[in-house]
């Protein structure tokens, strides 16, 4: 039987043999902390359910994946409507870097608004 629960005898009393189902063990980047950050804070239902499941850690692993996947989609889309290509940065390096900054901190908003604060 699935549900069934054994129990284990110390110093005369009984405890449950209880195991938290096996889990995934990614390593977590930004975006991962930061919705799990999130998560603590404001979405404490899901977050009780991922982590009691086991699931907390594949869900916070595909999280990063999305946005890196979105920062590595909207950094050069933007860079393309703002004119900042190679030639920019070959005539006026700080321009260029500052620009790439610029849109990459643009991108990170985009991404805690729609993927980590959701």
């Known amino acids: 039987m699935k549900n069934e629960i054994t129990y284990t005898e110390h110093n005369g009393l009984y405890y449950p043999d209880l195991a938290l189902p096996e889990q995934t063990n990614y390593p977590l980047g930004k975006y991962a902390n930061l919705r799990l950050d999130f998560m603590k804070k404001h979405r404490r ?3 009780t359910t991922l982590l009691t499941e086991g699931r907390l850690n594949e869900y916070l692993h595909e999280i ?10 909207i950094i050069p889309r933007l860079a393309q409507e703002r004119g900042i290509d ?4 070959a005539h006026n390096a700080l321009q260029w870097t500052r620009e790439m900054n610029n849109i990459k901190s643009i991108a990170e908003e985009i991404i805690l608004q729609e993927v980590v604060c959701q």
């Open 64 to 73: 990063d994946l999305q946005a890196h996947e979105m920062l590595d989609t």
């Open 45 to 47: 239902g899901t977050y």
């Open 86 to 89: 190679e030639t920019l940065k």
